[in-house]
């Protein structure tokens, strides 16, 4: 069955950095493109960045724009997200998925999330 299963989170202070990565299994991760998602307490979830299939092409929103990388080793079944000058802002629950449509936020399937805490 499909897993996205997400890791790297923790906490930072103001400025600092962190590099998420999400492990998938049971499909064929070079099929699809993927997404980051995220979610605070008491807002909305909010498309972070999304990656085409052959990762040469990537969305962020703005609020992440030029902060925020976003990678994929289709070999390795794994997509990243190295963020760097983290505000607080970006304190939230990050989640990978499977989006179903590379030029929206609709998403398939959505991972169980990784903590970042930014203070």
């Known amino acids: 069955h499909v897993q996205l299963v997400e890791s790297g989170g923790g906490s930072v202070q103001p400025g600092g950095s962190l590099r998420l990565s999400c492990s998938a299994s049971?499909?064929?991760?070079?099929?699809?493109?993927m997404g980051w998602f995220r979610q605070a307490p008491g807002k909305a979830r909010e498309g972070v960045a999304r990656i085409s299939i052959d990762g040469t092409s990537s969305f962020y929103a703005d609020s992440v724009k030029g902060r925020f990388t976003n990678t994929r080793d289709n070999a390795e079944q794994t997509l990243y997200l190295q963020m760097s000058s983290l505000r607080p802002e970006d304190t939230a629950m990050y989640h990978c998925?499977?989006?179903?449509?590379?030029?929206?936020?609709?998403?398939?399937?959505w991972g169980p999330g990784t903590q970042v805490t930014v203070s």
């Open positions: 998925t499977i989006l179903s449509y590379c030029d929206s936020w609709s998403y398939a399937r």
């Open positions: 049971g499909y064929t991760f070079s099929s699809g493109c």
